[in-house]
């Protein structure tokens, strides 16, 4: 039985660091010092801070200051020239193709920027579904109620999941719920939670032609 793949978007399927995250960061701070009257030093270390505690700045938002999800998401994935941004590998193509599975974009994202980034990359309809954080019921990852909703969606057993990611957070969440997991990373320090660690998700289609991916 071929597994189900849930592949993490930015910074996984594409490298995020360039253009994306930079645009998202001066978004975010933005928002925070109109919402929440900052100045820039002060609403950059909030966001920062809400990130580092809770794996997404949205659940800091949420948790304390009451923060609207839609219109937060809405604000600060507007991209004036998107195409432009999206940094990726068309051998992407060629994996997603050849790998056996059913596979899931799973992201902290909303959905109209991580359906858009997919279609700018041309592989969009390589994947049976995107999962984002609207159908996470904005419960982002590394949270459990995000990955439980997922699953009860898509029916799916755990055991049967490889996520596949560039957060280690994220991975100790879906090891903790039985599925197997890829750290898309150069670190030099493996986890106990990661199963296998690639520098590039490329690096998937190797490693399973070698060792067999069904289970």
């Known amino acids: 039985m071929h597994p189900v793949w849930l592949f993490d ?18 978004s975010m701070t933005a928002y925070l010092m109109r919402q929440l009257d900052l100045d820039e030093a002060a609403a950059n270390r909030l966001r920062v801070d ?32 998107l195409p432009r941004m999206v940094v990726f590998d068309n051998a992407l193509r060629h994996l997603l193709r050849r790998l056996p599975g059913k596979k899931i974009v799973f ?15 041309g592989i969009r309809h390589l994947l049976a579904d995107v999962y984002a954080v609207e159908q996470m019921r904005y419960h982002p990852k590394p949270k459990r109620r995000g990955f439980l909703h997922l699953l009860k969606d898509h029916r799916l057993n755990p055991a049967r999941c490889i996520l596949v ?18 750290w898309i990373s150069r670190s030099l320090r493996q986890p106990d939670y990661v199963d296998i660690q690639l520098t590039s998700v490329l690096g998937l289609m190797r490693h399973t032609m070698r060792s067999g991916a069904s289970g």
């Open 9 to 26: 978007l930015d910074n996984t399927l594409h490298n995020a660091s360039p253009h994306i995250f930079p645009h998202i960061n001066r």
């Open 50 to 81: 809400y990130w580092r505690r809770y794996g997404a700045t949205l659940t800091g938002l949420m948790r304390h200051h009451a923060t609207d999800p839609r219109h937060f998401l809405h604000d600060t994935h507007q991209f004036p020239d």
């Open 107 to 121: 992201s902290n994202g909303p959905r109209h920027y991580a359906e858009a980034v997919l279609n700018i990359m």
């Open 165 to 182: 990611e560039d957060s280690a957070e994220n991975l100790r969440t879906a090891k903790r719920l039985g599925m197997r997991t890829v």
